[in-house]
């Protein structure tokens, strides 16, 4: 169908570049309960600042409390009777296990290792609420210029990082500067070199400089780590981290155990609640499921969706289940080689997918069916098109015929990341349904190392399945840092001159109507080219025990664990 009628008709595993999910949780051997180690020591028109994003030019933004988490069908604990308790209790050590150790080099990188202690040790400038707005944190207010290419942060006063020096200005341009460096590898690097100069007239300012309006801006301040810079060395050579953040780097053995301790001078005041976190790395799933159980740790990084429904269901457990939205399954299409070069082969397949069945059957409902990249709390986000591609075996069939197929039917090739069972399992439920309109799709499984090199490298011939993520941040960072979405150079070779207008509009618009009809047309187009098929979010969660209160996550799927206490 063309694009003008398409229009009319609407109204090791998960640690692989965010490549896998339950494989977390792999079945592996070992369920003993876990033993204490030793330890070893175009430019927009000047306008008004971007109400999706940043507050109104010359106002400050007011410190205010993150939104609550919205309870969803599995987006909120079920409390047992500990998690009705009517106040925090303070004291106690939270001891949590997940599969792989962490990585400390990585501190300035997304990096899934770390998602359990990065909000511990750290703080950061600005985090997002449940919709997308940020909110204070290192930062207390901060205001845009008219012509919205100026941000001004005013810093909070009196915060000290771990060592008891005071933070201060400096030590957020060295962060911002430190991201900006090739070596450092940082996902964020393309937001820090938009900014083209950093000011520091006082110990509490920081005054950042754009060549255009940056909306997305705020998506680097959710994550960028605010590090000590006179221990930056340490933190390099995986020695300790040093932040403002809750909780004080302990003791790390490599390959063991991480201990960290309350921040016992931390600027909100009465936080954190914890004594300390025990980070246990252990060897397999079914291990880690049996230590919770048996009560020897207290939560469990990402179980598998069965095992999510079978906790909920108890009462001596709670799951949180993020709704961030921050890894989508999907399969691609290589739309340079036949038949995926003809666009109604690829949305016949589109159609062909039963999305509902993928997320009912394999994620035993911990998802949602969906047709678009964007989560429910994006300003991209379109009911009206969330669903475009419900599965209609009639319409892929009929999709076929006018591509001239309908007899002869097409041969596809799927590769599958083997590092997450749930992509190819998906793959076959496509395959199958498929079938019955003369698709033929052979699966292939390859290691995650091997994918990744044949993904990285634009090498897919034909079809692919994969975790893709970024999506749940500002629209078009989607388009800027997850690489099958890129507008240059993504796996599927998909180039359009609409596509690079829409996204480059969308990352310099500040007007809210003038975003949502951007966003909207730019949902549009990724529909009708079918060249990605988002299917459902990958939801982190964590399993633990009643007795914990208090845990959430970020934006990013991070674990916050501030609020936290112990009944």
Same mark, same amino acid.
């Given at each position: ?136 944190? *290192?930062?207390? #207010? ?11 942060? /005013? ?17 957020? %341009? $060295? ?21 083209? =100069? ?11 400089? !754009? ?67 025990? *980070? ?11 230590? *919770?159980?048996?009560? #020897? ?13 079978? *906790? ?17 399954? #999907? ?12 666009? %109604? ?45 419900? $599965? =209609? ?31 190819? /399992? ?9 079938? /019955? ?32 993520? !970024? ?11 997850? $690489? ?34 951007? !966003? ?42 501030? =609020?936290?206490?112990?009944?």
């Amino acid at each position: 169908m063309s694009q003008a009628a398409f229009a009319r008709r609407m109204t090791r595993r998960r640690w692989l570049a965010l490549a896998s999910g339950t494989a977390v949780l792999a079945l592996g051997g070992a369920c003993a309960p876990i033993a204490t180690p030793s330890p070893t020591a175009p430019p927009a028109k000047p306008t008004a600042a971007s109400p999706t994003q940043a507050p109104a030019a010359g106002k400050p933004v007011e410190a205010a409390k993150p939104a609550p988490a919205k309870a969803a069908d599995h987006g909120a604990d079920k409390p047992g009777p500990a998690q009705q308790a009517a106040s925090p209790k303070r004291g106690g050590t939270l001891r949590v296990a997940q599969l792989s150790d962490v990585e400390p080099k990585r501190f300035h990188s997304i990096t899934f290792v770390n998602y359990q202690i990065q909000y511990q040790v750290f703080d950061t400038l600005t985090r997002y609420d449940r919709d997308l707005k940020p909110q204070p944190e *290192l930062a207390e #207010s901060w205001t845009w210029s008219n012509d919205n290419r100026t941000l001004t942060f /005013k810093l909070r006063q009196g915060v000290k990082f771990h060592t008891g020096r005071e933070l201060d200005a400096e030590d957020v %341009k $060295f962060n911002l500067l430190r991201v900006k460096e090739e070596r450092v590898a940082s996902q964020m690097r393309p937001f820090a070199n938009d900014i083209k =100069d950093i000011q520091t007239p006082d110990r509490a300012t920081v005054v950042l400089q !754009f060549d255009e309006p940056r909306p997305a801006i705020f998506d680097m301040f959710e994550s960028l780590a605010i590090a000590d810079r006179e221990t930056i060395g340490e933190a390099e050579e995986a020695q300790r981290w040093v932040g403002t953040g809750p909780f004080v780097w302990g003791q790390w053995t490599p390959g063991d155990r991480l201990t960290l301790t309350r921040n016992e001078a931390y600027w909100k005041p009465g936080l954190p609640y914890l004594d300390g976190i025990t *980070l246990q790395v252990v060897p397999d799933a079914p291990g880690a499921l049996v230590n *919770l159980e048996a009560g #020897s740790v207290d939560l469990v990084v990402n179980p598998s969706e069965p095992d999510i429904n079978r *906790l909920q269901a108890d009462s001596k457990f709670g799951v949180l289940v993020s709704e961030a939205g921050a890894q989508y399954y #999907s399969f691609g299409a290589n739309v340079t080689n036949a038949p995926l070069d003809n666009k %109604k082969v690829r949305q016949a397949i589109n159609f062909g997918i039963d999305r509902k069945r993928f997320v009912d059957a394999v994620l035993a409902g911990v998802g949602e069916p969906t047709s678009i990249p964007w989560p429910k709390h994006s300003p991209a986000y379109d009911p009206e098109l969330a669903n475009f591609y419900a $599965f =209609d075996l009639e319409k892929s069939r009929r999709l076929l015929e006018e591509a001239g197929f309908g007899a002869s039917g097409v041969d596809v090739t799927l590769i599958a990341n083997g590092g997450n069972r749930n992509l190819a /399992k998906a793959a076959q439920i496509a395959q199958a349904d498929l079938a /019955k309109v003369n698709v033929r799709i052979k699966i292939e499984e390859q290691e995650p190392a091997t994918f990744q090199q044949v993904f990285t490298g634009r090498q897919m011939q034909q079809m692919w399945a994969n975790i893709f993520g !970024f999506n749940n941040l500002y629209p078009t960072t989607l388009m800027v840092q997850a $690489f099958p979405w890129r507008v240059a150079g993504n796996v599927s070779h998909f180039e359009h001159p609409d596509y690079a207008r829409l996204v480059k509009a969308g990352q310099v618009a500040t007007d809210s109507g003038e975003q949502k009809r951007i !966003f909207r047309e730019l949902t549009q187009l990724v529909l009708d080219e079918s060249f990605m098929y988002p299917l459902s979010p990958q939801k982190n969660a964590w399993a633990h025990r009643a007795t914990l209160n208090g845990a959430d996550y970020v934006t990013f799927g991070m674990l916050s664990l501030r =609020d936290a206490w112990l009944a």
